[in-house]
């Protein structure tokens, strides 16, 4: 399999009254053609400006990509001009928004924001597009589509609605989908309904695509690979096995002990990770994780720790090494 | 006084039970026009559901979003006026049970301060003009309970309890993160020494680290004091870590309740099994090998709720037509005195 997407250093901050947020960080990866990417990490870790920055949707003022390189099938989409971006966004790299920008227009039916981007971006004619509509609704499992196509949102119900979103994401068979939380706001039985279909059509059209969700349980379900983040960072990154099975950070490591599981006997009591997520303004020197973790040792105070390999596929930003508990 | 309604005792045959709810329901009206308003439907969001809840312990309130988890909270506390329903608390100081849904002003005043509840949402549930050391204190003043010196001590206590500094009481609701605005709703909830708490949702706003937190707080002041919990979430991995007995609601009415280990290991209505199944686990190798059910279609609208059982258009072992589109199936013990385990289902 090629790589799909590389990116490389991407930095994004905001520039506000209070100061500048560093929101992303300088952050570096690939995707894969056909795998599933899990983004983890807490509230305002950087998830979402982070894929917002691939497809430049950050608004400015007051945010900004500061440096980086977004290599789509080797384009550079930091550098390319706004109409060639026109063609990429919903067309070569779907989107799975749960928020504002991208969720339905309550004027306009469901077929025609549907046959919209199907005419725009494939050149189909209004019949062909209505059609390859229908089909696209059937696809996401909403039974009597061909009549749907002219419901208006409130119509539907906020399953639906999310399937038509998937429906509108997928519409011109994007070689890269970017779901961002798409089920959170959704019951467990329809998150895991169309959860479910998200992995389905992935596979049947190749899709690659970039989850991001902080349900561990989630990721551990439907990513192939991992990177959590911290802080604005890629901290830990790894197949989905490595990550679940042999952290590396203290914080994946406290995150994966402080949530209840199903399947395990239950425990007297939780384990937190103590203490509250950092400030992105003042970030102290040296790694943003110190102050809640339990491994510390002198460097980690002066010096961020960079991506160090610790297996196969497998890079842990930390001084530490959690298995021993001495220094690498 | 009467107690009338159907006697469902949930718990165990002998225990000492605090809370008796019977048939209780909430309808919500409907309405359409301005000059004359008229009632057009009823949103049917607790529908005559019976439980009952032992001193001391935690029953878990789970199911999807609508269901009725927070009517059935709220309709407990009267903060809603039931449409039917009795609501019986057991009353410390004469030992019997009192009926919340009879009483009135001074009386019920009383009671409420035995009653508290911590709201789902840290960000909205504050008022953000009153400081910190006021919204925890308020209750100490509306129930006569702490002046002057005394008032400040128990402020200074309670923040401590919670895991607060003191210093904090100065201190507006926006200067907090969502994990300390809960400590602070729950500083306010203990205030005035309540016997029975209604979580509502008190981590799912909070980021996963710090949910254990507050999760281990609730249980370290249950301990501490004595306290009865109804705990209302969606994630069943969190139900079943904090709860004793479990509950689960489908459109208006319980589907299941029974002990904790019974529920997660031999559940029985299919509802249940569908949204244990649901629950992803965050390990990609058990994940890799667990069967699912997927339900299908959408959650029905509480104005319109099926015939028969509730639950018949998603439910995948249905007896339709006839028996499951038809009848309502009872709310019935499957299991025995000592170990109850009720369910609604006529496939069981
Ligand atoms: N328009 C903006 N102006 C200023 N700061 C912003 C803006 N948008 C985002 N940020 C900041 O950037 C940081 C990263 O935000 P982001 O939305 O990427 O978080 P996230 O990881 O997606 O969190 P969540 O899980 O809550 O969605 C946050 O600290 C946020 O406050
Ligand atoms: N004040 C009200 N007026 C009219 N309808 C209401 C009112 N409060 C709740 N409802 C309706 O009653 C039903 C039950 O709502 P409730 O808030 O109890 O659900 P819930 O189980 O707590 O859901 P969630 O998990 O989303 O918090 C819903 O259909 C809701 O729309
Ligand atoms: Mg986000
Ligand atoms: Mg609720």
Same mark, same amino acid.
């Given at each position: 399999?090629?790589?799909?997407?590389?990116?490389?250093?991407?930095?994004?901050?905001?520039?506000?009254?209070?100061?500048?947020?560093?929101?992303?960080?300088?952050?570096?990866?690939?995707?894969?053609?056909? @795998?599933?990417? #899990?983004?983890?990490?807490?509230?305002?870790?950087?998830?979402?400006?982070?894929? =917002?920055?691939?497809?430049?949707?950050?608004?400015?003022?007051?945010?900004?990509?500061?440096?980086? @390189?977004?290599?789509?099938?080797?384009?550079?989409?930091?550098?390319?001009?706004?109409?060639?971006?026109?063609?990429?966004?919903?067309?070569?790299?779907?989107?799975?928004?749960?928020?504002? =920008?991208?969720?339905?227009?309550?004027?306009?039916?469901?077929?025609?924001?549907?046959? @919209?981007?199907?005419?725009?971006?494939?050149?189909? +004619?209004?019949?062909?597009?209505?059609?390859?509509?229908?089909?696209?609704?059937?696809?996401?499992?909403?039974?009597?589509?061909?009549? !749907?196509?002219?419901?208006?949102?409130?119509?539907?119900?906020?399953?639906?609605?999310?399937?038509?979103?998937?429906?509108?994401?997928?519409?011109?068979?994007?070689?890269?989908?970017?779901? +961002?939380?798409?089920?959170?706001?959704?019951?467990?039985?329809?998150?895991?309904?169309?959860?479910?279909?998200?992995?389905?059509?992935?596979?049947?059209?190749?899709?690659?695509?970039?989850?991001?969700?902080?349900?561990?349980?989630?990721?551990?379900?439907?990513?192939?690979?991992?990177?959590? =983040?911290?802080?604005? !960072?890629?901290?830990?990154?790894?197949?989905?096995? +490595?990550?679940? #099975?042999?952290?590396?950070?203290?914080?994946?490591? #406290?995150?994966?002990?402080?949530?209840?599981?199903?399947?395990?006997? =239950?425990?007297?009591?939780?384990?937190?990770? @103590?203490?509250?997520?950092?400030?992105?303004?003042?970030?102290?020197?040296?790694?943003?994780?110190?102050?809640?973790?339990?491994?510390?040792?002198?460097?980690?105070?002066?010096?961020?720790?960079?991506?160090?390999?610790?297996?196969?596929?497998? !890079?842990?930003?930390?001084?530490?090494?959690?298995?021993?508990?001495?220094?690498? | /006084?009467?107690?009338?309604?159907?006697?469902?005792?949930?718990?165990?045959?002998?225990?000492?039970?605090?809370?008796?709810?019977? *048939?209780?329901? /909430?309808?919500?009206?409907?309405?359409?026009?301005?000059?004359?308003?008229?009632?057009?439907?009823?949103?049917?969001?607790?529908?005559?559901?019976?439980?009952?809840?032992?001193?001391?312990?935690?029953?878990?309130?789970?199911?999807?979003?609508?269901?009725?988890?927070?009517?059935?909270?709220?309709?407990?506390?009267?903060?809603?006026?039931?449409?039917?329903?009795?609501?019986?608390?057991?009353? *410390?100081?004469?030992?019997?049970?009192?009926?919340?849904?009879?009483?009135?002003?001074?009386?019920?005043?009383?009671?409420?301060?035995?009653?508290?509840?911590?709201?789902?949402?840290?960000?909205?549930?504050?008022?953000?003009?009153?400081?910190?050391?006021?919204?925890?204190?308020?209750?100490?003043?509306? $129930?006569?309970?702490?002046?002057?010196?005394?008032?400040?001590?128990?402020?200074?206590?309670?923040?401590?309890?919670?895991?607060? $500094?003191?210093?904090?009481?100065?201190?507006?609701? $926006?200067?907090?993160?969502?994990?300390?605005?809960?400590?602070?709703?729950?500083?306010?909830?203990?205030?005035?020494?309540?016997?029975?708490?209604?979580?509502?949702?008190?981590?799912?706003?909070?980021?996963?680290?710090?949910?254990?937190?507050?999760?281990?707080?609730?249980?370290?002041?249950?301990?501490?004091?004595?306290?009865?919990?109804?705990?209302?979430?969606?994630?069943?991995?969190?139900?079943?870590?904090?709860?004793?007995?479990?509950?689960?609601?489908?459109?208006?009415?319980?589907?299941?309740?029974?002990?904790?280990?019974?529920?997660?290991?031999?559940?029985?209505?299919?509802?249940?099994?569908?949204?244990?199944?649901?629950?992803?686990?965050? *390990?990609?190798?058990?994940?890799?090998?667990?069967?699912?059910?997927?339900?299908?279609?959408?959650?029905?609208?509480?104005?319109?709720?099926?015939?028969?059982?509730?639950?018949?258009?998603?439910?995948?072992?249905?007896?339709?037509?006839?028996?499951?589109?038809?009848? /309502?199936?009872?709310?019935?013990?499957?299991?025995?005195?000592?170990?109850?385990?009720?369910?609604?289902? $006529?496939?069981?």
């Amino acid at each position: 399999m090629g790589v799909l997407l590389q990116v490389k250093d991407l930095a994004t901050q905001f520039f506000t009254q209070e100061g500048v947020v560093k929101a992303v960080d300088g952050i570096t990866y690939d995707v894969e053609e056909g @795998e599933t990417l #899990g983004l983890v990490g807490e509230s305002g870790c950087g998830k979402s400006v982070s894929a =917002m920055s691939l497809l430049r949707l950050i608004p400015n003022p007051p945010g900004r990509i500061v440096r980086g @390189e977004v290599l789509f099938d080797g384009e550079d989409l930091v550098k390319v001009d706004e109409a060639r971006l026109r063609e990429i966004r919903g067309n070569k790299i779907g989107m799975i928004f749960q928020e504002p =920008m991208t969720s339905l227009n309550p004027v306009l039916t469901i077929g025609r924001q549907l046959t @919209e981007a199907l005419e725009l971006h494939l050149g189909m +004619d209004r019949n062909a597009a209505n059609k390859r509509a229908a089909e696209l609704l059937h696809m996401v499992g909403i039974p009597e589509a061909e009549t !749907r196509l002219s419901d208006y949102p409130h119509q539907f119900s906020g399953g639906m609605r999310q399937r038509v979103m998937i429906a509108i994401g997928l519409s011109c068979n994007p070689r890269l989908l970017l779901a +961002d939380e798409p089920t959170t706001a959704l019951d467990v039985t329809i998150q895991a309904q169309i959860l479910e279909l998200i992995k389905r059509l992935s596979r049947e059209l190749g899709t690659s695509v970039i989850l991001i969700t902080h349900n561990l349980g989630v990721v551990a379900r439907y990513a192939d690979r991992v990177n959590v =983040m911290y802080a604005g !960072r890629i901290i830990e990154t790894g197949t989905a096995r +490595d990550i679940y #099975g042999l952290p590396r950070h203290p914080y994946t490591l #406290g995150l994966l002990k402080s949530v209840p599981r199903l399947d395990q006997a =239950m425990k007297e009591k939780l384990d937190p990770i @103590e203490g509250l997520p950092p400030d992105l303004i003042d970030l102290p020197p040296g790694c943003p994780f110190r102050p809640r973790c339990k491994f510390t040792i002198d460097k980690c105070a002066v010096e961020y720790p960079p991506l160090i390999t610790v297996g196969e596929n497998h !890079r842990a930003a930390c001084w530490v090494d959690v298995t021993t508990g001495q220094a690498r | /006084m009467t107690i009338t309604g159907s006697n469902i005792t949930t718990t165990n045959a002998n225990d000492d039970i605090l809370l008796d709810v019977r *048939d209780l329901t /909430m309808f919500f009206p409907v309405t359409r026009g301005i000059i004359f308003e008229r009632k057009v439907a009823d949103v049917k969001a607790v529908d005559h559901i019976s439980f009952t809840v032992k001193r001391g312990e935690t029953l878990g309130l789970v199911g999807e979003s609508g269901c009725g988890k927070t009517t059935t909270g709220r309709a407990i506390l009267q903060l809603y006026k039931p449409t039917d329903g009795q609501v019986l608390f057991q009353d *410390d100081d004469e030992g019997n049970f009192i009926d919340l849904t009879k009483i009135k002003g001074e009386r019920m005043r009383r009671m409420r301060r035995k009653m508290q509840i911590i709201f789902q949402d840290p960000y909205g549930s504050l008022n953000p003009r009153m400081s910190c050391g006021s919204i925890v204190g308020e209750p100490l003043t509306i $129930h006569g309970l702490a002046k002057g010196k005394e008032y400040r001590d128990r402020v200074e206590e309670l923040l401590t309890i919670v895991g607060l $500094h003191p210093y904090f009481a100065s201190r507006y609701p $926006h200067e907090f993160s969502g994990g300390q605005r809960q400590r602070i709703g729950i500083a306010r909830a203990l205030a005035a020494s309540p016997s029975f708490i209604v979580c509502d949702e008190p981590v799912s706003a909070l980021d996963v680290s710090i949910q254990a937190q507050i999760i281990n707080l609730l249980e370290e002041l249950q301990a501490r004091f004595g306290l009865t919990y109804l705990f209302i979430a969606h994630d069943l991995s969190v139900v079943r870590h904090i709860s004793d007995r479990v509950a689960v609601m489908y459109l208006g009415k319980i589907a299941e309740i029974t002990d904790r280990v019974e529920l997660y290991e031999n559940p029985l209505h299919p509802y249940t099994k569908a949204l244990l199944s649901a629950v992803p686990i965050p *390990d990609p190798v058990v994940e890799a090998t667990r069967e699912r059910i997927i339900l299908q279609g959408d959650v029905p609208s509480p104005l319109h709720p099926p015939s028969g059982c509730n639950f018949h258009p998603r439910c995948p072992i249905a007896l339709v037509p006839g028996v499951c589109n038809e009848v /309502m199936p009872e709310f019935r013990n499957v299991g025995t005195a000592d170990n109850p385990h009720f369910v609604a289902c $006529h496939r069981v």
